[in-house]
């Protein structure tokens, strides 16, 4: 297995290698761990049954992982990672921003899901949970040094061992005792049920920017409906899995989140350790994702400044310090900073929503697909330094969501007037996309017409030459 030798660059067309339907067992197994299992307890928590907790999780995922997919979709046509795409959209310079809310996403999430792997390394070893930490730390460093391939093996190792393993779960899980009424319609609290599908869809927003990253080695004539629907399989069935499960497991089990891995793997009995394993191999194999995601955005981030060539030791080192960071987190989470810092991060993923807008319809609708590759690495390309129409539109929607957010961290005056009811999500999505659309293409149309005129006027001096 040799290292990743490439970044952010473009992947040249006889290194692409690989077919869509790889792209499956990515993200069913990506999702297939512990982490999105207590996400699906959220609908409980809020006071749903689990009949409309079910609801909102189908919901929520079918709708989220529209946009997800999506993104996928532009890695085998572009070549090049996600976040750097949006340097066609806010400029160069101008992308830096959503970049730098990026790295707090993934830096709460390795935090959460270390965590979460540490717990169950130390209740199936009694390792300390700091010496935990550190321990499957040092091994998603080692895997995301290796990167693109590797990641891609594991999550087929992981699909299939999980494939298995959680059938047998689910019909385990399925035979525990729930409440009389859990599985009822009853009466429906709309507020809570729609606070329920937009925590679900931001769960699968949340992979938006670095989706493409495991497609972008794609061969460039993969049809974009197969990159779609892969992907889009992929992690709704997996989310939907789990979620469900963690959803039941709250109701069947008392206090089931205060040790999640420990109960669930209590529930294989004598067999508990295959279960930890699984779980471990999950955490590890997600967490991978957010470092290898954390990198590219670093790299991202500072390529503009210092055009930095990255050779093995540079990738070794970057890695190192962000792997650093977020063990650091992590360490700071064991104690109550870690409820803090999640619903921050789950806050700051509102605001990405914008930039998940700004991009698809630039993509789909405005350019449908056509970039200069090479300019986007050019801080004087066609695309500039910055682009003010992005960066306001993206600005002025973070501003219109404010008021429909609700979370444990804030709650907004129409959220509090709807009775808890958060429909950030739709306005994060609907508004960028109309303050982006109308004056980007009538600047990408005026182009159009100074690139016509140029022409002719150099035809017409050739003739009269």
Known sequence: MKVETRSIEYIPADERHGKARDLFPIWFGANMHITTLVTGALPIALGLNLFWSLGAIVIGTLLGAIFMASHSAQGPQLGIPQMIQSRAQFGVIGAIFPLFLVMFVYLGFFASSGLLAAQTLSSLTKIDQTWSILALNVLCFVATIYGYNLIHKMQKVLSWASLFIYIAATYIVFQLHVPSGSWGMGQLDLPVFLLAVS???????????????????????????????????????????????????????????????????????????????????????????????????????????????????????????????????????????????????????????????????????????????????????????????????????????????????????????????????????????????????????????????????????????
Request: proline share 4%.
């Open 199 to 465: 925590m679900v869809a931001t769960w699968q927003l949340a992979y938006a920017p670095y989706v493409a990253d495991y497609s972008r080695y794609l061969p460039v004539t993969t049809p974009t409906s197969h990159t779609f629907w892969y992907s889009y399989a992929g992690t709704v069935i997996g989310t939907i899995w789990m979620m469900t499960l963690g959803a039941t497991l709250t109701v069947a089990i008392p206090n089931f989140l205060d040790h999640s891995g420990g109960n669930l793997a209590g529930l294989f009995g004598n067999f508990a350790i295959i279960m930890f394993l699984i779980i471990i191999f999950g955490q590890l194999a997600i967490n991978v994702f957010n470092l290898y995601g954390a990198f590219m955005a670093t790299i991202t981030t500072i390529e503009p400044f210092i055009k930095l060539k990255v050779t093995p030791k540079v990738r070794i080192a970057m890695i190192f310090c962000v792997t650093v960071a977020g063990t650091v987190l992590c360490l700071l989470g064991q104690s109550n900073f870690l409820a803090f810092f999640l619903n921050f991060i789950f806050f700051i993923s509102y605001f990405l929503i914008p930039w998940t807008s700004i991009n698809l319809v630039d993509y789909y609708l405005l350019r449908h697909g056509q970039y200069n590759v090479k300019d986007i690495f050019d801080v004087n390309g066609q695309y500039g330094k910055i682009n003010w129409i992005a960066c306001v539109a993206f600005i002025v929607s973070i501003l219109a969501e404010i008021p429909f957010i609700n979370t444990t961290f804030y709650v907004g005056p129409v959220a509090k007037f709807f009775d808890g009811a958060d429909i950030a999500w739709v306005i994060g999505l609907i508004v960028p996309a109309a303050l982006y659309y109308f004056p980007m293409r009538k600047k990408l149309n005026s182009s159009s017409i100074i690139v016509r005129n140029s022409s002719t006027t150099n035809h017409l001096e050739k003739d009269v030459k």
